[in-house]
């Protein structure tokens, strides 16, 4: 006796143990596709007719949800029965559950059979339907616990922010950024007043080297020519002077400005940075296009900022009628 289903999403199921819906769909997709399997859908029919009588007798003896209108009322009929909304699973549990069930159904008519009868198309945009509602209600139950959370992610960000907050639109820069940009730009005029010192005095000292060095090659020439003593030592005197002079521009010129912020924290210096303003000429942009078109990483960045204004007016009546050159507007039905 066959015990088993074989689902082609689950494997081996135990037919005794399948709820009633699953049941049912697994015997609707035996019987429009694989009417073969005969053993498999007599124990499937006799399960969900079993199932279907248990549910049958609950209803009858007041145990499962009896119609409220099949109710004896003397001899006046019942009250009418006032729509009621079908309560929405709530709770990740409970939406699990529903979602699993209605996969496990997507599972059974998504199989590559077509749909062959208007109940079959009803059946299954119903199943549509639903799954677009549990979208809504995973999407809702994702955003209620994600609240709390949210909130308190939320308070720490405006409490980083009021400190640290930097070009952000729409965001004021925090204390911090502010102040570090006072005080950046105060020591950052207080360096170049130094730097532009120690250039000074770099020209200073390389004037002088240069001034003594050709006075000491003047009387150095001399005192080849000599045969006066003193006049060789003061060329050699000359030459001395002339090379600690040089040396002497050689430090300044190596020296770099700082201010020491004590123990442990790294001086502040100058330091060079790069900035690309736009020339403000009529064809800047077309010539920095030129630029770089060769780049691939550009290019791909191009493509996809290019493809995501098409697909926006494509959307668009107007745009479509007039065409975007270089794109073919496609239509495509969808549900």
Do not use: C
């Amino acid at each position: 006796m066959i015990t088993h289903y074989e689902s082609s999403s689950r494997g081996k199921v135990e037919i005794a143990a399948m709820p009633l819906s699953f049941a049912k769909n697994s015997l609707n997709k035996l019987l429009r596709t694989e009417p073969e399997r005969k053993a498999e859908i007599d124990a499937l029919q006799a399960h969900v007719d079993k199932l279907a009588a248990e549910s049958e007798a609950k209803a009858l003896s007041g145990e499962g949800d009896a119609n409220p209108r099949a109710v004896i009322g003397g001899n006046h009929p019942p009250e009418p029965t006032p729509d009621v909304a079908v309560a929405k699973p709530s709770g990740r549990d409970a939406i699990d559950t529903h979602v699993s069930d209605l996969l496990t159904e997507a599972s059974n008519w998504a199989d590559g059979v077509a749909i062959e009868n208007e109940g079959q198309a009803a059946a299954v945009g119903t199943l549509h339907r639903n799954m677009q509602t549990a979208v809504t209600l995973v999407k809702d139950n994702a955003t209620a616990e994600k609240k709390p959370h949210n909130e308190a992610i939320s308070e720490i960000q405006a409490w980083q922010n009021g400190y640290v907050a930097s070009g952000l639109k729409g965001t004021p820069d925090g204390k911090l950024t502010k102040a570090i940009a006072a005080t950046g730009r105060l020591s950052a005029a207080w360096l170049q007043k130094a730097e532009d010192e120690r250039k000074a005095r770099e020209k200073e000292a390389a004037d002088a080297a240069l001034a003594a060095a050709q006075e000491a090659m003047a009387l150095r020439a001399e005192a080849k020519e000599t045969t006066d003593l003193a006049v060789m030592d003061k060329a050699e005197d000359a030459l001395a002077d002339a090379k600690a002079l040089l040396r002497t521009a050689e430090t300044a010129a190596k020296q770099k400005v700082r201010v020491d912020t004590g123990e442990g924290q790294r001086a502040v210096t100058l330091r060079t940075i790069y900035h690309a303003d736009l020339i403000d000429a009529p064809d800047s942009w077309a010539r920095a296009y030129g630029h770089y078109k060769t780049n691939p990483e550009f290019m791909a960045e191009f493509h996809g900022l290019i493809q995501r204004w098409a697909t926006r007016d494509a959307r668009i009546e107007a745009t479509r009628v007039r065409g975007i050159p270089g794109f073919h507007i496609r239509e495509e039905k969808v549900v």
